[in-house]
């Protein structure tokens, strides 16, 4: 069983676009992220649920929207795709905020 | 603020000698570091940490790192290398302020036979 799951693994769209990834985890944790990986293999916190609440929000802009419908799943919404949004995403949950976290394999979005 | 370097891009080393990958520290108060690798195509993974307690810190792999709190650093060593520990190697810190973990930049380990 995957521990920390995220789907799609690649996603090509083109600009303007709006399109989600999503993420679970079956580990039980309380904490999930979003990372973001750019091109130079820079990570990148942007957001932070524990228990379903927000508590880390970065500065990314408001085309982002992070989504916990329970504490197993956090999805990320994008709006409007720009070409510098390409890169790859990273979802990871921990038990103790941040302690040792499990990522996911990652999902490359691609904006043409 | 908390912050980590890695001031090497990349480490070449040949296997079976020891490995380093170097990191150093900026923070106020108690750090906590941390260790991931990420293998090519793959998400990043838990190496090791320090908290507290002994500066030999032992993780997976066979890896280990030592915290150093005169030179502020934390650096990831192995002893004997394997081809199959080539891979992107990043060290994290704990902001306590925020709670996030803060990556430096990683340092890609290459291991030639």
């Known amino acids: 069983d995957t521990a920390v799951s995220q789907t799609p693994k690649y996603l090509v769209t083109q600009m303007g676009n709006d399109k989600s990834i999503k993420c679970e985890q079956n580990?039980?944790?309380?904490?999930m992220y979003w990372y973001k990986q750019d091109s130079k293999k820079f990570l990148k916190i942007m957001f932070s649920y524990n228990n379903k609440e927000l508590i880390i929000n970065e500065t990314v802009p408001n085309r982002f929207s992070p989504k916990s419908p329970d504490k197993a799943h956090l999805n990320l919404h994008i709006n409007s795709l720009e070409l510098g949004d390409s890169a790859v995403y990273f979802c990871?949950?921990?038990?103790?905020?941040?302690?040792?976290?499990?990522f996911g394999q990652g999902t490359r979005l691609t904006v043409v | 603020a908390q912050s980590v370097a890695q001031p090497e891009d990349q480490v070449n080393v040949a296997e079976g000698n020891p490995l380093t990958v170097k990191c150093t520290y900026s923070?106020?108060?108690?750090?906590?570091l941390f260790w991931y690798v990420q293998y090519p195509n793959r998400g990043l993974q838990f190496l090791l940490k320090?908290?507290?307690?002994?500066?030999l810190v032992k993780g997976s792999y066979g890896f280990e790192a030592e915290f150093n709190k005169s030179q502020t650093s934390f650096h990831l060593k192995k002893p004997s290398a394997l081809v199959s520990d080539s891979a992107l190697y990043f060290c994290?810190?704990?902001?306590?302020?925020?709670?996030?973990?803060?990556f430096g930049t990683g340092t890609r380990l290459q291991v030639f036979p």
């Open positions: 923070v106020s108060g108690n750090p906590y």
């Open positions: 990871a949950s921990s038990q103790y905020t941040p302690g040792e976290a499990f």
């Open positions: 320090y908290i507290t307690g002994d500066n």
């Open positions: 994290a810190v704990r902001d306590i302020r925020t709670d996030k973990l803060i």
């Open positions: 580990l039980g944790h309380d904490t």
